[in-house]
C-alpha cells in the first residue's frame, strides 16, 4: 500500500541548485552530517584495477570506497557518493565484520564490531594474490580474544575478501555470531527517478548454506549484476538487518544486511520466537586456532547470466519447477548442477517433503521428483561428496483450490461484518481483520484499516470479490453483491454529478466532536496524522482507490454475464457500466494521483476489453481515450512509472498493460526490465518471484516497521506483466519462472484455514505472517486475473508444466490442471493461450507432431450450463474442429453433464 499523504514522504527535488545535496539538507541526514568523521578519509585512497571490477579501499581502514565496473566507471555499486557524511562511528562499510562471542564460564555474549568505534588498521605487507591486507585490532577493544586480519585479493576477473581469525587467548573462545555487512548502493534518498535507475542496486539474498549468494542489480535491470559469492567454506546460514547502522531508514532507504556464517548467538536471544530458515550454528576456537573466511565479488554479465555465472564460478544452481510454492496435489521438479556428486538429501521437518530421483538431463543435471506432504515450510538440505552442504527452502500449501475456497470462506465468515446501525456506514462488508487476537478490526488509529478503503483497508473485502473470479461460490455472491449494493454503491453515490462514481478515502474517520460518546476506544491512540478527520476521509481525490471498486464492479459484472443464478440484484450491464464510469471518475475526479500506474490498474484493461465485446463503443471510446492520454504522458518519460513516493514498485503493472496495448513497446520493454531489477529467481520460496516493497508495513502491517516484506502485494502484480511478456516471447523461460514464482507467492501466505495477512516478515526475528489482513487483496488480484497454466519444452529439462501436472505417451504431451481456476493454459511450443469465460478445464494434450490441440471440460454445474471459449494464437493459428456459435468473441460450448473433448486444429500463420 502507497503512502496516505504527500505530507508523509520524502519528495524527491528533481533539479535544486544546492551545495548541499537534498538528502543531507534533511533531518536526521543533516544531523548524520554533523557526526565526527573517523575513517580518516583524509589520509587517501588505494586504487585497485581489476579485469573486471576497479575497487577503491580507504587507506585508514582498508574498507570499500567505491566498487565499479570496468564498461561503466560512472556507476558504483557502493554508496561511494555518500562516503563523506557516512564515515563516522557505527556506520558500516563494505569490508567490516560483526562478531558475537563468548569464553567458558561465560553466559552472555560479548557483541564486537570493526564498525563501532574505529581506529586506523595496521597495514600489513600484502603477499600475492593479496593486494592489500591489514590487522583490524585497532578497531576492537583491549580485551578482544581475537586476532582478525583481512586481505582484499584478485581472483580471476572477481574480487575476494578474506579473514582470518585467531584466537589469541590462552581459553577456548567460542564465535556464536559472524556476519559480514553487504554494503551496497541502495539509498534512494535525494534522487530523482531517473537518478535512482541510473545510481541505485537493489540486492536479493538466497540464504542457502554455502551454495548461498547475494545478487546486486540496477534499478533499470539491465548491465551487468554482481554476485557476492562464498569463498571457502562461508557458509550464507541468515541475513541480518543492521539496525543499529544510523543511516536514516525509511520509504528511500530500506536499510542494510549482513551475510551471517554463524547465527548462534542471534537465535538464542534476538531471534528466540522465530524459526530461523537454516539451523544457527557457532564455532568454537582452541587457543592459538585460526580460521579462514572469505566472500568473492565477481560479474554476471545480465540478470539472465546469473546462473550460467553461478555453474562458470563451480557453484550450485538449482531450478525449481514450478517453483517453491508447492501444492499439495502437484509433481514439482528440481534441477541441480553442481560438479560434485549428491551424497544425501535430507527433509525438515519430516515428511514435509517427499523426494526421488529422476533422470539425469542430456548436459548432467541432477533431477528430482519432488511432492509436498505436510502444509508449511520445508527445507530440504543436500550434502554433496566434497562436503558442500546447500539448502533449498520450500513452502508446502493446499490444493490450489482448496487453498482458495478457504480463503474465500474466512473472508466472508469471520471476516464477514454485518451490524446494521454501524456509525461509518461500513455494514454489510468484509472488514480488516487480526489473526492474532481473532477479532475484526473496527477502529485503528489509520482511518483507511478500519476504513474499507486504501488498500489496507480495502485489502480484505477486494479479496473477497476477487476470489469469486477464480472458484465462484453462490453463498459468497449473495453476500457480496450485498455490499457492493448497499456499502459500496451506497456510499459513492453522492448526486447525479461527476461525483457519482467518485470512491471515498475511507468509510472510517476521527471526528470526536461530532459522534456520539464511546464512540472511539479509549485503547487507540488517534493522535497522529493518520486518524483522518471526516473532511479528509471523504476526499475523492486519491486515485489508488478507484481500482479496487472498479475491479468489485467488473467481477460482478463477469459473474452475471458467464453465469446462471449467481447475481441477482442488478444485471450484467448495471455492474460493467458502474466499472467504467468508476474509472473514468478516477481521471476526473482524482486526476493528480492518477497521472501514475495504479496498483490493480489492469482492471481498467479487462473493463476495456469487455466493454468492445459487449458492443458498448460510446464507453468503450471514452475510457480508450482516457487512458491512452495516460499512456501518451508515460511514453514521453524515460522511466513512466513514477509514484506518489521517490520509487514504487506498484506502477509498473499497469504501465506496462497500457504502454503494451497502445504500441509504446519500447517503454513495455523498459518496465518489464526494471520490475526484473527487483522480481528475482531464486531457490527460496520466500525471494522467488518476490517483487521489492519495504514499507507498506507501515500502513497496513499490526508490526509496523520498515522491512523486506515477503510477497506482499507486488508480487502478485508484477507477475502480471511479467507472465504477459511471457506469453509474448514463449523462448524466454527466465520470464516464466519469475512470473510464475510471483503468482505463486500471491497465496503462499494463506494461512491452513484460509486467513489473507499483509505479507510475511523477512526480519530473521520474526519470520512470520503479520498478524492484520491490511492489503493482501491487492496481491491476490494478481492472482486472480492472472492464474494460468503453462506447458513448455525446455530444452535441457523437456515438458515442463506450471499449474498441472504433465504425463506423456509415445504420441501426446498431456497437461492435467492444479490450478483453483482451472479456466487458462498456455501452450508455449505453439503460442497457444486458451481461456474460458465460464466452465473449467480438466486437461489438454498436445500431439507436437501434428500441433492438434484436445481440452477436456469439466461437466456442466447448476450456475454454469455453458463454457465461453477464447483463443489467442500465435506461432500457429488455431479453431475449433467442430463448429460452434460464437459470442463475444467467444465460442459458446453447451456442457453437459459428463467430461467432453474439444478437438483443436491449426493452420501455420501466413
Not at 104 to 109: A, F
Not at 564 to 592: H, I, S
Not at 632 to 656: C, H, I, N, R
Request: glycine share 8%; net charge neutral; with cysteine.
Amino acid at each position: 500500500m502507497n503512502l496516505k499523504t504527500m505530507t508523509h514522504c520524502v519528495l524527491v527535488v528533481s533539479a535544486l541548485a544546492l551545495t548541499t545535496p537534498v538528502w543531507a539538507q534533511q533531518s536526521p541526514w543533516k544531523k548524520l552530517e554533523e557526526k565526527p568523521s573517523t575513517l580518516h578519509l583524509e589520509s587517501g585512497y588505494i586504487t585497485l584495477p581489476g579485469p573486471a571490477l576497479e575497487l577503491r579501499l580507504v587507506k585508514a581502514s582498508q574498507t570499500v570506497a567505491s566498487l565499479k565496473p570496468n564498461e561503466e566507471k560512472g556507476f558504483d555499486f557502493t554508496p561511494g557518493d555518500r562516503l563523506k557524511v557516512r564515515s563516522s562511528d557505527g556506520l558500516y562499510h563494505l569490508g567490516d565484520i560483526n562478531l558475537r562471542l563468548r569464553t567458558p564460564g561465560q553466559s552472555d555474549w560479548q557483541a564486537y564490531s570493526s564498525a563501532q568505534k574505529r581506529g586506523d588498521i595496521k597495514t600489513l605487507t600484502a603477499t600475492k594474490p593479496a593486494e592489500a591486507s591489514a590487522d583490524l585490532s585497532p578497531s576492537f577493544p583491549a580485551e578482544f580474544p581475537l586476532e582478525v586480519k583481512r586481505s582484499w585479493e584478485q581472483s580471476g576477473k572477481g574480487w575476494v575478501v578474506r579473514f582470518t581469525l585467531k584466537n589469541k587467548s590462552t581459553q577456548p573462545v567460542e564465535i556464536g555470531s559472524l556476519g559480514f555487512p553487504l554494503i551496497f548502493n541502495n539509498i534512494l534518498e535525494g534522487n530523482t527517478l531517473e537518478q535512482a535507475h541510473d545510481r541505485n542496486v537493489f540486492y536479493d539474498p538466497y540464504i542457502g548454506k554455502e551454495a548461498g549468494y547475494l545478487q546486486v542489480t540496477r534499478l533499470h535491470g539491465k548491465g551487468p549484476v554482481l554476485l557476492v559469492l562464498p569463498e571457502g567454506n562461508t557458509p550464507f546460514e541468515a541475513y541480518n538487518p543492521l539496525l543499529d547502522d544510523p543511516t536514516p531508514r525509511g520509504i528511500t532507504f530500506e536499510g542494510f544486511h549482513e551475510w551471517m556464517v554463524h547465527s548462534k548467538a542471534h537465535a538464542e536471544k534476538d531471534w528466540s520466537k522465530a524459526q530461523p530458515w537454516n539451523q544457527p550454528t557457532s564455532l568454537t576456537l582452541q587457543p592459538g586456532e585460526s580460521k579462514r573466511y572469505g566472500l568473492k565479488l565477481v560479474l554476471a554479465p545480465a540478470i539472465r547470466s546469473i546462473e550460467s555465472t553461478l555453474v562458470e564460478q563451480k557453484r550450485p544452481v538449482s531450478v525449481g519447477i514450478p517453483g517453491y510454492v508447492v501444492p499439495q496435489d502437484v509433481n514439482a521438479r528440481l534441477f541441480l548442477k553442481y560438479p560434485s556428486a549428491v551424497k544425501s538429501v535430507q527433509v525438515e521437518p519430516a515428511g514435509a517433503l517427499s523426494w526421488q530421483v529422476d533422470l539425469a538431463t542430456k548436459n548432467g543435471w541432477k533431477a528430482y521428483l519432488i511432492r509436498g506432504k505436510q502444509w508449511g515450510r520445508a527445507r530440504l538440505t543436500i550434502q554433496y561428496q566434497d562436503g558442500l552442504t546447500q539448502t533449498i527452502h520450500y513452502k508446502v500449501v493446499k490444493p490450489e483450490a482448496e487453498t482458495i475456497a478457504d480463503f474465500g470462506n474466512f473472508l466472508t465468515t469471520k471476516q464477514w461484518f454485518e451490524v446494521p446501525k454501524d456509525t461509518f456506514h461500513r455494514s454489510p462488508s468484509v472488514i480488516s481483520y487480526d489473526y492474532e487476537t481473532q477479532q475484526q478490526v473496527t477502529q485503528d488509529s489509520r482511518a483507511w484499516v478500519a476504513g474499507l478503503s486504501d488498500e489496507g483497508g480495502a485489502g480484505s473485502w477486494l479479496g473477497a470479490m476477487m476470489k469469486q473470479l477464480v472458484v465462484p461460490n453462490q453463498q459468497e455472491i449473495q453476500k457480496l453483491e450485498r455490499f457492493v449494493n448497499q456499502t459500496l454503491w451506497g456510499n459513492i453515490q453522492h448526486n447525479e454529478g461527476p461525483e457519482k462514481y467518485g470512491v471515498r478515502k475511507s468509510l472510517f474517520y476521527y471526528q470526536p466532536d461530532s459522534m456520539p460518546p464511546n464512540t472511539y476506544s479509549t485503547a487507540v491512540n488517534y493522535k497522529g496524522w493518520s486518524a483522518w478527520p471526516r473532511k479528509e476521509a471523504e476526499s475523492l481525490g486519491r486515485s489508488y482507490n478507484y481500482p479496487h471498486v472498479a475491479a468489485a464492479h467488473w467481477v460482478m459484472y463477469r459473474m452475471a454475464r458467464n453465469h446462471r443464478n449467481l447475481v441477482t440484484q442488478q444485471d450484467w450491464k448495471f455492474y460493467l457500466e458502474n466499472a467504467c464510469q468508476t474509472a473514468l471518475g478516477m481521471v476526473k475526479l482524482a486526476p493528480y494521483y492518477a497521472q501514475f500506474g495504479q496498483m490493480e490498474g489492469t482492471v481498467f484493461f479487462l473493463i476495456l476489453k469487455d466493454l468492445k465485446r459487449e458492443g458498448l463503443t460510446a464507453l468503450a471510446s471514452e475510457l480508450e481515450a482516457a487512458m491512452k492520454k495516460r499512456a501518451d504522458l508515460w511514453k514521453s518519460l524515460a522511466y513512466p512509472f513514477g509514484s506518489e513516493m521517490p520509487w514504487d514498485s506498484t506502477g509498473q503493472e499497469e504501465v506496462y498493460i497500457w504502454s503494451y496495448y497502445f504500441g509504446y513497446r519500447d517503454k513495455a520493454e523498459v518496465t518489464l526490465n526494471a520490475i526484473l531489477g527487483y522480481m528475482p529467481t531464486i531457490p527460496h520460496w520466500a525471494y522467488n518471484g518476490n517483487a521489492r516493497r519495504y514499507w507498506d508495513f507501515l500502513y497496513g502491517g499490526k508490526i509496523s516497521r520498515v522491512e523486506r516484506q515477503i510477497h506482499h502485494y507486488g508480487s502478485g502484480l508484477n507477475a502480471i506483466p511479467v507472465l504477459t511478456a511471457y506469453r509474448d516471447q514463449p523462448d524466454d523461460f527466465y520470464l516464466l519462472r519469475v512470473g510464475y514464482g510471483g503468482l505463486m507467492g500471491a497465496i503462499a501466505n494463506i494461512t491452513e484455514d484460509g486467513f489473507g495477512p499483509a505479507a510475511f516478515h523477512s526480519f530473521p526475528s520474526t519470520l512470520a505472517n503479520d498478524a492484520l489482513s491490511g492489503d493482501y487483496g491487492c496481491g491476490f488480484f494478481g492472482y486472480a486475473v492472472n492464474t494460468t497454466a503453462f506447458l513448455t519444452q525446455h530444452p535441457e529439462f523437456g515438458w515442463l508444466g506450471f499449474g498441472g501436472n504433465v504425463t506423456k505417451s509415445k504420441i501426446d504431451v498431456t497437461l492435467t490442471l492444479t490450478t483453483a481456476a482451472r479456466t487458462s493454459v498456455f501452450l508455449a511450443s505453439v503460442g497457444l493461450d486458451i481461456s474460458l469465460d465460464a466452465g473449467k478445464i480438466e486437461q489438454v494434450t498436445l500431439n507436437p507432431q501434428t500441433k492438434t490441440v484436445t481440452l477436456t471440460l469439466e461437466p456442466a454445474t447448476a450456475t454454469t450450463p455453458t463454457a465461453y471459449l477464447r483463443l489467442k494464437t500465435g506461432k500457429q493459428s488455431y479453431h475449433p474442429k467442430t463448429a460452434f456459435a460464437q459470442e463475444r468473441e467467444a465460442y459458446v460450448i453447451p456442457l453437459t453433464n459428463q467430461t467432453q473433448t474439444i478437438t483443436l486444429v491449426s493452420s501455420a500463420k501466413k
